[in-house]
Nanobody
Framework: QVQLVESGGDLVQSGGSLRLSCALS????????IGWFRQAPGKEREGVAC????????YYADSVKGRFTISRDKTKNTVYLQMNNLKPEDTAVYYC??????????????WGQGTQVTVSS
């Protein structure tokens, strides 16, 4: 059974930090790219960051470059999103997903249920 479970979302003040986790079961990271996406109420889903399975390359949305870092722990079958210098506009439900895409969510087949990140001003 393929599952992705996000955790780590919280309420933080502007300038604070959070680390989100995406725990994978039913498959390994060997053949899947993992992406982080976010969606605020009334807005479209946005690609945030992804890490590839072949070259282990990372990619980021312009809005989070220099602030967010995606990483993987193959032993734990877990992907992380370290978020620093958080801003109110980062407030959203954050989802992790598995597939072979990039920051386009059409390339992802499996999705977690999301974790809420709220940044106060």
């Amino acid at each position: 059974q393929v599952q992705l479970v996000e955790s780590g979302g919280d309420l933080v003040q502007s300038g604070g930090s959070l680390r989100l986790s995406c725990a994978l079961s039913g498959f390994t990271l060997d053949y899947y790219a993992i992406g982080w996406f976010r969606q605020a109420p009334g807005k479209e889903r946005e690609g945030v960051a992804c890490i590839s399975s072949r070259q282990y390359s990372t990619y980021y949305a312009d809005s989070v470059k220099g602030r967010f870092t995606i990483s993987r722990d193959k032993t734990k079958n877990t992907v992380y999103l370290q978020m620093n210098n958080l801003k109110p506009e980062d407030t959203a439900v954050y989802y992790c997903a598995a597939g072979d895409g990039d920051l386009d969510d059409r390339g992802y087949d499996y999705w977690g249920q999301g974790t809420q990140v709220t940044v106060s001003s």
